[in-house]
């Protein structure tokens, strides 16, 4: 049938985001250049092969794609970021499973590489439709996210996340005026605390242990088992005014918080810089936008892991990661039903998604004779439902700079991570005596993903590795997420596996990239002047023509990115700081 040949880029990515090309295609670069004759051209061969079933707008929402068994892929979808050019050209060429034939013998190797730029393009133009309701705020999304879904009644700005920056490290958000959101959300520990249970700052112990807020962004609920709270905005409240427990303090004093906030000269041009409509924008509404919006920013997605799965680096982790990695995809153990996607995480939301599923499980880390089998004070979802059924029910948290986020489980209960394998490799975790004794692996409640399974000492091991991969180490030295009270100090010691030594030739900071004249990164980079991604902008905008620089450097997609830039040397006079302005041809 003549419409069975019309089902390209079918199937281009499994459920956990993984590309149907095989990984060495990923390697493929592109050698036609992009022009405007060439998009002219592709236009008009996906309009003839591929329109039928994706549509002309590439969303695959056409009479035909809806007959299919299953849908073709959405080609503006975020998905297509995380491709490589040379996936998207071996899938074209190769056709995939269900129904993707080959388009190898139909079109020439220059027309295949022009279709490439085209399923591109579509992808560019729903970011310009996509931006339109996230607000001015210019994102610094991971390769492949997502953008966040963000209110229509907060839309993003740079001048709004700043002060929510404040707003975060700020005691005097507590009644005492000795915590700040900051104070259970540490950015050197993904922006949990270390601890347990959170510690209000009446000196209440919480039942439960702060949550990270990294990728907070695409939380469909926030908190661990509180099914209503679903926007940030609304969350920001809790910590500020709750009494159940009382973590900040400031239940009934609004006005102290308002008055504190408007004696800070700092905030006398904040407020009115990200609310610049309002006559009085020195609001608790406002504090809760602000700090909701500063808190959309926090988005991680360059591990380890990271770089070896879009292709950057082959061996960004080792080989038991990969071992592991195959255990933790596997029926065998079942651990992605519950921590998959690109969050690592049961449910998310994000833009242009139709509906955000709501999972809450229960592991079987108790069993209690009671009739929501979990602690009185820490039933989960039942609290919420008065559900048996539902007792013991928690949120499934991203595995993301899981070795940042210990202790683990909602209550901080089991301390290494290796505690943790163990818990789901027995069942659930039997306690044997206490007030909480149970066999935990009986629990009635308790997920059918948890069932428990056999693993090696040497399985266990690489499981290990794999978790510890998808860690972010540039987490604690992101300059725009940092205490803007108290001066830098010195970042850590740079941890790149690639060093580079260079001289500055030019910055273009809004545009978050840099050239630098650099010596030879043996195993990278020959040396020559070439055109730098930059992690932290505003490290960036400091630097001068003619500085000597030191820096990590590595792969990220088809640029490299420049993290914990070092000073080493000044030039004699002190160049005026460079344009800002936008480079002519941005690196990304």
């Known amino acids: 049938m003549i419409s069975q040949l019309l089902l390209p880029l079918l199937l281009l990515h499994d459920a956990n985001g993984r590309s149907s090309a095989p990984l060495e295609s990923r390697r493929l670069v592109n050698p036609v250049a992009r022009s405007e004759a060439g998009l002219f051209s592709a236009s008009a061969t996906f309009e003839r092969l591929c329109v039928a079933c994706h549509g002309s707008d590439g969303k695959s929402r056409t009479r035909q794609a809806g007959a299919l068994p299953v849908r073709p892929t959405d080609l503006t979808n975020y998905v297509m970021q995380a491709m490589k050019d040379g996936e998207i050209y071996w899938i074209v060429t190769n056709g995939a499973e269900k129904g993707m034939p080959p388009f190898g013998n139909q079109l020439t190797e220059a027309q295949r590489w022009e279709l490439v730029w085209w399923v591109r393009e579509l992808r560019v133009r729903e970011l310009y439709a996509e931006r339109i309701q996230l607000g001015t705020y210019e994102w610094r999304l991971p390769p492949g996210f997502p953008h966040p879904k ?55 112990l919480h ?25 940030l905005e609304q969350q ?14 400031l239940s009934g004093k609004e006005d102290v918080l308002v008055r504190r906030l408007q ?4 905030y006398a041009k904040l407020f009115p810089a990200a609310f610049p409509r309002e006559a009085d924008p020195v609001t608790v509404a406002n504090v809760a936008k602000a700090l909701a919006s500063f808190e959309r920013t926090l988005l991680s997605g360059d591990s380890p892991y990271d770089e070896y799965r879009r292709g950057d680096d082959p061996d960004a982790i080792s080989a038991e990661a990969k071992r592991g990695e195959k255990l933790f995809f596997s029926e065998r153990l079942e651990c992605f039903h519950c921590h998959g996607g690109f969050n690592f995480t049961g449910s998310v939301d994000y833009l242009g998604k139709g509906t955000a599923e709501v999972e809450f499980h229960n592991t079987g880390l108790y069993n209690l004779k009671t009739a ?11 609290e919420f439902t008065r559900q048996a ?34 818990h789901y490799r027995a069942g659930g975790r039997t306690l044997r005596s206490g007030p909480l004794a149970g066999v935990g692996s009986a629990n009635p409640n308790k997920s059918e993903f948890v069932k428990g399974f056999e693993l090696t000492t040497g399985e266990k091991a690489d499981l290990l590795e794999f978790l510890r991969s998808l860690t972010d180490s540039g987490i604690a030295a992101e300059g725009r997420w940092s205490d803007p009270w108290v001066p830098s100090a010195m970042p850590p010691p740079v941890r790149s596996r690639h060093l580079l030594s260079g001289e500055v030739v030019s910055v273009y900071p809004e545009a978050g990239t840099m050239v630098l ?29 003619g500085m000597k620089v030191s820096a990590g450097v590595r792969k990220r997609g088809s640029d490299f990115l420049l993290e914990q830039i070092r000073v080493l040397t000044s030039p004699m006079l002190t160049s005026p700081l460079l344009t800002s302005r936008a480079p002519d041809k941005p690196a990304h």
Not at 522 to 527: F, H, K, M, V
């Open 150 to 204: 963000v209110p229509a009644d907060n839309l993003m700005s740079a001048e709004k996340v700043e002060l929510g920056r404040h707003l975060f490290y700020d005691r005097r958000l507590s009644l005492n005026q000795k915590q700040s959101c900051a104070t259970c959300h540490r950015q050197d520990k993904a922006f949990t605390d270390g601890r347990a249970r959170g510690l209000g700052s009446t000196g209440e």
């Open 207 to 231: 039942p439960r242990g702060p949550m990270s807020l990294m990728n907070v962004a695409y939380a469909p609920v926030l908190t661990w088992a509180n099914p209503n709270v679903t926007r």
């Open 236 to 249: 920001a409240l809790v910590p500020l005014f709750g009494e159940h427990p009382v973590e900040l303090g």
């Open 263 to 266: 004696a800070e000269p700092r």
């Open 372 to 382: 929501m089998t979990y602690p009185a004070d820490n039933a989960g979802l039942f």
């Open 389 to 422: 059924a539902d007792g013991g029910k928690f949120k499934a948290p991203t595995l993301r700079n899981i070795a940042l986020t210990a202790p683990y489980m909602h209550d901080g209960s089991v301390k290494p991570l290796e505690d943790a394998i163990d």
């Open 517 to 545: 004249r650099h010596e030879e990164v043996p195993g990278l980079l020959t040396s020559q002047t070439r055109e730098f991604l930059v992690r932290d902008r505003e490290e960036a905008a400091r630097l001068r023509t």
